[in-house]
């Protein structure tokens, strides 16, 4: 498969939404950015960028599966290729959250919260935690919580390996179409039978299936409608209406125009959300529209892209880490000098990105890819090799 730069440009859109609700919406912010809607609008939904990356990841990961030998190296070099891409940064955000949790111990309490929870540690080595984490109703301590997602990843790699060994080609589509309807039923079943049922939605595989396997749809059906002009034209227009309907249904829920039955209809919203993220990159990818190409082929989103799994991981430590030693205070924007050191996080954070990347995460999956190579699986080879990296750059 032969790399798109709108892959990484959709990526680094997805990074830079994710920050825009972590560093932006989320902290104490001054009064006249009241002044300033959209800004403060469009940033209170920079969680959906979570959506983006798993509808990508689908994608992905999906497309590099249907193109791959299956040979008797096929699960070995697939699992190869993962750990060597997620578990080195994994492990250096564990070894933080170790060193960070024994110096807090004589710190004040503000550092404490950062490494207080009842997410057993161990959970985190298997990457179960999203299970401990909707079983509580929280997403654990500030200094892991965006971990559940990296666990939803993983859990989902295993889940579509298997799918796509075990299942045949030709009746792929249909069980995928019924897998996502039944991500739904599951997602309004433990919606109004269980207890933390918000958070159990939100982390659990079954529950955030649907936005996986949309990626994992489009790469079914990826150059179909390249060779057929007609069916393209229909197929750009059907995406625009499902985006259309993703951001008209998400501002309905939002401004309470369902009323009392806005209580039904919340299982939907990350369906609603996964279909428009899924038509967002189908429009990249497919034909016809060059003007979203050359958005999303911008240098600041490739450049995002490309080191979004470092920023994603370590937004939130770095950010915390730099409030505390400078205003002694948790994130904020209510002043000056808060806005400053945000500023700073930014520079700070893209710069150690920078550094992960050229020194640990490339030579790494450069490494992973000699590994585990036979005869007769170069084309797999070369379509992993160009495919580019998966959500949150985990390729």
Known sequence: MKH??????IRGL????VLSFHLFSMPLKPAFLAHVPVLDFVASYGWAGVSLFFVLSGYLITKGLIEANKGKAWFKRFWCRRVFRIVPLYVVLLLTYGVGSFLARSSSGITK???SGSIPLWSYLIFAQNLFMASAGYLGNDWLRVTWSLALEEQFYLFISLFIFLVPMGKSKRWILLLICGSLLFRYSIFFTQSNSQTAVIVLLPSRLDGF???ALLAFSDGYFDTNAFMARYARAGMLLAMAFSIGFVLLLGSGRFGGASLFFVPLYHSAIAIGCSALLGLG???GMIWLKRILQAKPLIVSGKVSYFLYLFHMPVCMVLYYEILGSAPNLASASAMLVMLLVIVVLYGLAALSFIYLER???????????YPGSQRA??????AGDPVLRIN
């Open 4 to 9: 798109d730069k709108t892959l990484d440009g």
């Open 14 to 17: 997805a990074i830079l939404w």
């Open 113 to 115: 919260q950062w490494f």
């Open 213 to 215: 396997l949309l990626g």
């Open 285 to 287: 990818l497919g034909p």
């Open 363 to 373: 030579p790494l999956i450069a490494f992973s890819k000699t590994l585990y190579n």
């Open 381 to 386: 080879e070369k379509s992993s090799c160009q």
